[in-house]
């Protein structure tokens, strides 16, 4: 592999990023543990109204979906400030680097631990504001962490991948709240002390990350984070003997400079981001992501719903749901491997244009499966049946590592890199707006269905059969480029090291 840092180094720079991840990034996407805290601390219970239904043991209880569609609400506009702000801050870390986009993060995301700590019943509408700054802080310490794929070279894809696997499973934290505060531990301790670990996230960002981005490809005498003093005095040198103006290793850029916007083949970000391949791309992930949404912002009452009000069977689906999340991070690089095939074998590798091509080719296998897996998963979650959903649990963690695995690996592979940041961004924020509708369909699923929530599910797997198109437009997109390139009789070849992306349609 190329670099010029060290093994231990850049294995350090994976495992602690894992870290990371797995334990932080995503946590608000294991709301369905936390809600089952925070309704037995008496959070939103005002909304409760008496029911002329009787209950389980046909004793009149509570009609609480007033109290569900609030806890929708917090997740709904926490999920959407994930995706919607992931663009702002995209641009920030591509324009200002690392280190700023890290120390954002870092911040919002003890702020927003401190939030849920310090609230109360009384101070409910805290939470709001609280999974916000988690959701931000944890999505942008994400985007700074796939650009360690850059340092494995023809493991990229699966590094990408394995990332937002671990950003899946991490929502498994809120269980381990759960766990934690049935064996008598406070919410107020558990989250005072995941706002003190921002500590390390500080010392991470300091030892173990570059300060501006990691190049793709990567140069040879490139080093990044804590260098010790040897390597220090040496990188030093060498700095000094360069000629007037140009960058270190760190800082090298890959390609000449061109106007602002542009890049190296003269594709600038607004002809990407206004590309059939990027809109028909938002779409499939859009769709998608509504799908989770709802089954994650609705788990609750749909658990509710099936097993009759029974507090105790609720909690062990709870349960099980959020141990199934663990598995995200040995789910999405799966999805690696369907990016990365043509990089392995005894056939010889493509290189330059070959290599963009063949890349986009195996984009259009991840896509389709993708796809496959979610209407899988949308069929079971349609079902009526509660043990049903223990299957529902498997499939939806598996969906939704390729998801996002996918849309990671996908954006890097088929458009420039130093447009990354912005793109991954700009196709969140976008997702975010159709995931709105999310509080909608449950007002729907609380209103009009009574609760039960079967024709909505129906509809939605009529919508996730939209998300197929994605991959055709891709797989047209090879065939049209492979066309070119031979009629043109380009050498298809180009030396070992060039990165060539697909040229993006219009």
């Known amino acids: 592999m190329a670099g010029g840092a060290g093994l231990a180094k850049r294995l350090g720079t994976l495992l602690s990023g894992l870290l990371e991840c797995g334990a932080f990034c995503g946590i608000i996407f294991g709301w369905a543990s936390l809600v089952f805290v925070l309704k037995d601390l008496g959070y939103f219970e005002g909304l409760c109204q008496p029911s002329a239904t009787p ?13 569900d569609e609030q806890f929708s609400l917090v997740f709904t506009i926490g999920s959407f400030m994930n995706n919607f702000m992931t663009f702002p801050m995209g641009i920030v870390f591509d324009r200002f680097g690392t280190t700023a986009a890290r120390l954002i993060a870092i911040s919002l995301y003890t ?22 700054m988690l959701s931000v802080g944890g999505i942008l310490l994400i985007l700074t962490n796939m650009q360690v794929g850059n340092l494995f070279g023809n493991y990229r894809s699966i590094i990408i991948t394995l990332y937002n696997g671990a950003f899946d499973s991490s929502s498994a934290v809120f269980l381990i709240v759960k766990l934690l505060y049935e064996h008598g531990l406070s919410l107020r301790a558990m989250f005072l002390f995941l706002a003190a670990c921002s500590a ?191 299957g529902t649990f498997v499939l939806q963690v598996i969906s939704r590592s390729f998801l996002y695995g996918g849309n990671a690996a996908f ?58 198109v994605s991959p055709v437009v891709v797989a047209r997109k090879c065939q049209r480029r492979a066309k070119e390139l031979g009629m043109a009789g380009t050498p298809l070849a180009a030396p070992s090291g060039t990165e060539i992306h697909a040229e993006t349609p219009h």
């Open 200 to 390: 390390w996230h500080l010392l991470r960002t300091l030892f173990l990350m570059p300060r501006s981005r990691i190049p793709y490809p990567l140069p040879p005498d490139y080093n990044y984070g804590l260098r010790c003093r040897g390597r220090s005095r040496s990188y030093r040198t060498r700095k000094d003997k360069q000629p007037p103006g140009e960058a270190g290793p760190e800082e090298t850029p890959l390609e000449p400079p061109v106007a602002r916007g542009g890049d190296a083949t003269g594709t600038p970000f607004r002809s990407c981001a206004c590309s059939w391949l990027f809109a028909w791309h938002v779409a499939w992930l859009s769709v998608m992501q509504l799908r989770h949404y709802l089954f994650i912002g609705t788990l609750n009452p749909q658990l509710e719903h099936l097993a009759g009000g029974d507090h105790a069977l609720v909690s062990t689906y709870t349960n099980a749901f959020a141990f199934t999340q663990l598995c995200g991070v040995l789910c999405a690089p799966w999805n690696g491997l369907i990016l990365d095939r043509h990089k392995r074998g005894k056939a010889p590798r493509p290189e330059g244009t070959l290599a963009a091509l063949a890349d986009l080719r195996s984009a259009v296998l991840s896509l389709v499966v993708t796809v496959a897996l979610c209407l899988l998963f949308s069929v079971f979650a349609a079902l009526p049946v509660l043990p049903a959903q223990f």
């Open 55 to 67: 209950g389980p043991n046909f004793t009149l209880g509570s009609d609480c979906s007033r109290q």
């Open 111 to 132: 702020g927003g631990t401190l939030l849920v700590a310090f609230s109360t019943p009384e101070l409910a509408m805290l939470l709001f504001p609280a999974m916000s």
């Open 411 to 468: 954006l890097a592979i088929a458009f420039p890199p130093q447009h990354f940041g912005k793109l991954y961004g700009l196709a969140m924020a976008l997702s975010a707006l159709v995931a709105l509708l999310q509080y909608p369909c449950v007002a729907l699923v609380q209103g009009p269905l009574q609760g039960d929530p079967f024709y909505m599910n129906l509809g939605l797997i009529a919508v996730v059969l939209v998300a197929f």
